[in-house]
C-alpha cells in the first residue's frame, strides 16, 4: 500500500475515534442494557418495585419520580378505549444532566396483565411530555399517555429504568 493510502486510513481510523469518544453521554430510557454500578464500584443498590400510590415520591437512579394525578379522556381509536394521561414530576437529584426518552421509561399493564407502550396519539390531549435533558437540580412536570381497552381494576404504571422499576397502582377515572 502507497504511503499515502496508509496516511489517508490513519487518519480516517483517528477521526472515527474521536467521533466514537465525543459522543459519550447518559440518556436513560436508551435500549442499553448497562449496569449502573455505585460509586464505590459495588453494584447498584436495588430499587423499589412498590406498589407505590398516586403522590408517593420515588428516587431511581438519582432522579426522583412522582405520579401526581390520573385523568381520562373518550379515545379517538374508537368507543372501546380510553385515553389515559398520567402527570409525572420529575427532579434530578444528582450532579449530571441525564435524558429523558419517555417511549423506553414508560409502560402500562391492565388489570388482565397485557402492557401497553406510551402512546403519542393520547399526549395529543395535553402535549407536555417529560422528554429532553433534565438538568441537575432540575424540576420538570409532564404527562404519560397511554390508548387502553376500558377496563375496571387496577392499573399499574411501570416507571423503567436500567438499574429498577417502580410501580404506581391506580384506577382510571371516568372519561371526560
Known amino acids: 500500500m502507497p504511503a499515502f493510502h496508509r496516511v489517508l486510513v490513519t ?28 460509586p464505590s ?3 447498584a ?18 432522579l426522583n419520580f412522582t405520579v401526581q394525578k390520573v385523568e381520562a379522556f373518550k379515545s379517538t381509536l374508537g368507543a372501546s378505549r380510553v385515553s389515559v394521561l398520567l402527570e409525572v414530576a420529575l427532579e434530578n437529584l444528582g450532579k449530571d444532566s441525564v435524558g429523558i426518552n419517555s417511549l423506553n421509561v414508560f409502560r402500562l399493564a391492565g388489570p388482565d396483565g397485557s402492557t401497553y407502550r406510551y402512546s403519542m396519539q393520547a399526549l395529543a390531549i395535553k402535549g407536555a411530555t417529560l422528554d429532553g435533558r433534565v438538568n441537575p437540580g432540575q424540576k420538570k412536570v409532564g404527562w404519560a ?3 387502553v381497552p376500558s ?10 429504568l436500567p438499574a429498577g422499576k417502580a410501580e404506581y397502582k391506580f384506577k382510571i377515572p371516568q372519561p371526560q
Open 145 to 147: 399517555g397511554f390508548d
Open 41 to 43: 464500584g459495588q453494584p
Open 151 to 160: 377496563q375496571d381494576g387496577d392499573w399499574t404504571l411501570m416507571v423503567i
Open 45 to 62: 443498590a436495588p430499587q423499589p418495585q412498590g406498589p407505590f400510590k398516586l403522590g408517593d415520591a420515588v428516587q431511581l437512579e438519582g
Open 11 to 38: 487518519l480516517f481510523a483517528l477521526t472515527v475515534a474521536v467521533a466514537l469518544t465525543a459522543c459519550g453521554g447518559e440518556s436513560v430510557g436508551s435500549s442499553s442494557s448497562e449496569t449502573l454500578a455505585a
